[in-house]
């Protein structure tokens, strides 16, 4: 690929990968683990392979700023090395499974500073069906307010909307 198709940064999220979620949250996580290591080695190895490198720079153009995990949720966040002014990276996760303690749902957050930008990037596992859009309402409000908290507040302010992203995805 040309340098016109690249792009600052990657965020992967991904769901049952390499496992299921009966397996992730009970116990089996080693094999989680590999996969999720070898799925991000995969993906650094493809970004700077596909990278137009100077004969005479042995820097990588990519590099892994951030992996997090909840049960077989996973978030992983690549850079480019021009991205310099970046700060503040902080994971967490938030469980919204059965009793808000098992990890077969809920979210994994990534935050950061760029800039004057202070984003939030989320990768949630909400309950399906559409028979369950209280109950997803419910867990996407919980991620939100318990992963803003976790993750720090940056702005304050008066209100109680949420003040501490300037920039959300999810």
């Given at each position: 690929s040309n340098?016109?198709?690249?792009?600052?940064?990657?965020?992967?999220g991904t769901q049952e990968m390499g496992q299921?979620?009966?397996r992730a949250v009970w116990g089996c996580g080693l094999t989680g683990r590999r996969a999720r290591r070898d799925f991000e080695d995969r993906i650094l190895?493809?970004?700077?392979?596909?990278?137009?490198?100077?004969?005479?720079?042995?820097?990588?153009?990519?590099?892994?700023?951030?992996?997090t995990h909840l049960g077989a949720i996973h978030l992983v966040v690549f850079a480019h090395r021009t991205v310099d002014s970046l700060s503040q990276l902080r994971a967490s996760t938030v469980t919204t499974g059965f009793g808000n303690i098992v990890p077969n749902k809920g979210a994994c957050?990534?935050?950061?500073t760029l800039g004057r930008q202070r984003i939030l990037l989320a990768n949630c596992h909400l309950p399906p069906h559409t028979q369950n859009v209280e109950k997803r309402t419910t867990a996407f409000k919980r991620i939100v307010r318990k992963g803003t908290k976790k993750l720090g507040r940056t702005r304050e302010s008066s209100d109680k909307t949420?003040?501490?992203f300037s920039t959300t995805v999810h």
């Open positions: 340098n016109s198709e690249k792009h600052h940064m990657y965020v992967i299921s979620i009966r190895r493809y970004l700077n392979a596909s990278s137009i490198v100077e004969s005479n720079d042995t820097q990588q153009e990519y590099r892994k700023l951030c992996s957050l990534v935050s950061f949420n003040t501490r």
